[in-house]
């Protein structure tokens, strides 16, 4: 009986583990020691935060995976809504952003983003979508996040919204 219900069990926590592996997956690569939370409130206390976005996995849904971003990071922070925008002139501390980028090289960092690099994205697994994720002041990189999830069947794809989700509340997470 004993060895039926491990066996049992090993079978679960298989399947388990199984489901997660197609993500979404989310880790915070670096954040500066001091005032990166006070810095990203600063930044929308007067208005929206201003993001930056480089890459588009999906071929032409441009405007669809942008209005998906901002949704997501507007819903990220529910103990201090803050909004988001794509246009500069809208940022009142425009030197203040969130910057991603989809499928980027594998040897890309925060740091490019927050210089203002252009990157060229990279062809990745049918369905999967990487994401390196910074925020910015004055083109210094204050913190940084990367993630990933598999089987994103488009742009306004749910399991896409909760990757930008995690990825920018790590942005801001406090490391432990």
């Given at each position: 009986?004993?060895?039926?219900?491990?066996?049992?069990?090993?079978?679960?926590?298989?399947?388990?583990?199984?489901?997660?592996?197609?993500?979404?997956?989310?880790?915070?690569?670096?954040?500066?020691?001091?005032?990166?939370?006070?810095?990203?409130?600063?930044?929308?206390?007067?208005?929206?935060?201003?993001?930056?976005?480089?890459?588009?996995?999906?071929?032409?849904g441009q405007a669809e995976l942008e209005r998906l971003v901002l949704t997501a990071l507007e819903g990220a922070f529910p103990e201090r809504p803050t909004r988001f925008t794509l246009d500069p002139a809208l940022a009142p501390h425009a030197n203040f952003r969130v910057?991603?980028?989809?499928?980027?090289?594998?040897?890309?960092?925060?740091?490019?983003?927050?210089?203002?690099?252009?990157?060229?994205?990279?062809?990745?697994?049918?369905?999967?979508?990487?994401?390196?994720?910074?925020?910015?002041?004055?083109?210094?990189?204050?913190?940084?996040?990367?993630?990933?999830?598999?089987?994103?069947?488009?742009?306004?794809?749910?399991?896409?919204?909760?990757?930008?989700?995690?990825?920018?509340?790590?942005?801001?997470?406090?490391?432990?």
């Open positions: 009986m004993r060895r039926l219900v491990l066996g049992l069990l090993s079978l679960l926590s298989a399947l388990g583990l199984s489901a997660c592996s197609d993500g979404p997956t989310t880790q915070q690569s670096y954040i500066r020691p001091s005032g990166t939370w006070s810095e990203f409130v600063y930044a929308g206390a007067e208005g929206p935060i201003l993001v930056d976005i480089q890459g588009e996995p999906f071929n032409g910057s991603l980028m989809f499928d980027p090289p594998k040897m890309a960092r925060g740091t490019h983003l927050c210089a203002g690099e252009i990157l060229a994205p990279v062809a990745n697994e049918a369905g999967k979508v990487n994401v390196l994720m910074s925020f910015c002041a004055k083109g210094e990189m204050l913190s940084e996040s990367w993630g990933w999830v598999r089987k994103v069947g488009g742009p306004s794809d749910p399991r896409l919204g909760k990757l930008i989700h995690f990825a920018v509340r790590h942005l801001f997470q406090a490391a432990k």
